[in-house]
């Protein structure tokens, strides 16, 4: 691989922005995401035309992978309505755990009597592909008009949660592994980086929302939030918080300071302030619309990273039947999970049950928790990565394709069938 020309990495990156720009119009208008595309297009880049070095990337893989979700979390938490996260975050918890949970040791039973491995280091796996990804969830449900906002919400919030669940619950038995960690404090990790998460995301949106209104019709106000919210990220991660819901809640409180002030007591609501309206007018006009460019051209770039990183030449027939095997379990654990929740629940028609079961897309926190452990030097587990990336790329082709054939099928339906 040469090094390439300013010239030519300005170009390609323009490309790249066009060739987004154009998946966004040809999901309009055909409901086929575009994340397939982009990430084809990052393997033409890489493992195809070789233009850049695999393990170059892989390196910037976290931290852009990372700033990608904080910013698509908090365009989520920004369009969502509180008392619809309200009444379905009792669900979402209970559906992630219970999809997270079964996908985590069907893997790790796979894992062992398959693959012949530890169970320790097949649970590792399994909290590893165990979630979903608000990179790519998030962005996709909230362009579907054949679910309702409930069933979006949840699903968001889902793919919010799993990132939680798979971080802490992954770190955790890496410490296991290492001998620098203890089995019971998994539950209280968890337990706090909600907590905290939750606290921090009201106190600083608090905040925030004053701030905005102080700074009403002045320059930089988006940079100025940008920077919150990497601050923020930082802050909830130094006190045991999680980083990402957190960022998810301070989108959430901002989106709905004025209907939170609302129901405040006079004191408090003194406190904060009565210009929240002012906030509202920045946060509907200039924040929202600047964050919604923001992260269409973070996940852009992130979608095609993932395609850079993708290295076929180290890909056997065991390493690529083994990540079939891991797909289609993930694939089938959700299915019956979805089936036995809407069965139970009476509430999903038939398109939501198979279109919720579509929405397992893995990303960016498998991505990355993928190859910590072998960079802990944690034995048994150099797989890893070729796994997730495998799991990864068909989870978002199945997602494609699955979402393609709903479109499809209203096409169908909305269409009467000719007389004869």
Same mark, same amino acid.
């Given at each position: ?69 904080? &910013? ?20 979402? &918890?209970? #559906? ?205 770039? #992130? ?118």
């Amino acid at each position: 691989m040469e090094s390439l020309s300013v010239e030519t990495v300005l170009g390609l990156v323009g490309l790249v922005i066009l060739i987004g720009l154009a998946g966004e119009l040809l999901f309009k208008e055909t409901g086929v995401p575009s994340v397939l595309f982009l990430i084809g297009l990052g393997v033409l880049f890489g493992p195809v035309l070789n233009l850049t070095n695999a393990t170059h990337v892989i390196a910037l893989a976290p931290y852009f992978g990372t700033l990608a979700l904080l &910013i698509i979390l908090f365009d989520g938490g920004l369009n969502m309505q509180l008392a619809k996260v309200m009444k379905e975050t009792p669900v979402a &918890i209970l #559906f992630t755990l219970a999809v997270f949970t079964a996908t985590m040791l069907t893997t790790a039973a796979f894992y062992v009597w398959v693959l012949q491995g530890a169970w320790l280091h097949g649970l590792l796996l399994g909290a590893i592909l165990g979630g979903t990804t608000g990179a790519i969830v998030i962005p996709v449900v909230s362009k579907l008009e054949s679910l309702r906002e409930p069933v979006k919400v949840m699903l968001s919030l889902e793919s919010a949660f799993t990132d939680v669940f798979v971080v802490v619950t992954a770190l955790a038995i890496m410490n296991l592994l290492t001998g620098a960690g203890r089995a019971g404090g998994m539950v209280s990790s968890l337990f706090h980086a909600f907590l905290d998460a939750l606290l921090l995301a009201a106190v600083a949106g608090a905040l925030w929302a004053r701030l905005l209104a102080w700074l009403h019709g002045q320059a930089l106000s988006y940079m100025l939030t940008l920077s919150a919210i990497l601050v923020l990220y930082t802050i909830a991660e130094v006190i045991g918080a999680n980083g990402a819901i957190t960022i998810l809640l301070f989108g959430l409180v901002l989106g709905n300071m004025e209907t939170l002030v609302g129901r405040l007591a006079g004191p408090i609501r003194r406190m904060i302030g009565y210009e929240l309206d002012k906030a509202e007018f920045e946060l509907d006009t200039f924040l929202k619309r600047l964050n919604e460019e923001l992260s269409f051209l973070v996940r852009t770039f #992130f979608y095609v990273l993932l395609g850079l990183i993708l290295d076929f030449s180290a890909v056997t027939w065991m390493v690529a039947g083994a990540g079939i095997a891991l797909f289609l379990i993930g694939l089938g654990v959700r299915w019956v999970i979805v089936e036995g929740f809407g069965f139970a629940r009476g509430e999903w028609t038939d398109t939501e049950r198979r279109m919720i079961t579509s929405m397992l897309p893995r990303g960016v926190a498998a991505a990355v928790m993928a190859f910590l452990p072998s960079g802990a030097g944690i034995p048994g587990t150099d797989l890893f990565p070729l796994y997730a990336l495998t799991v990864i790329a068909l989870s978002v082709l199945y997602m494609t394709v699955a979402l393609a054939i709903e479109r499809g099928r209203a096409v169908e339906v909305k269409i009467p069938a000719p007389s004869v």
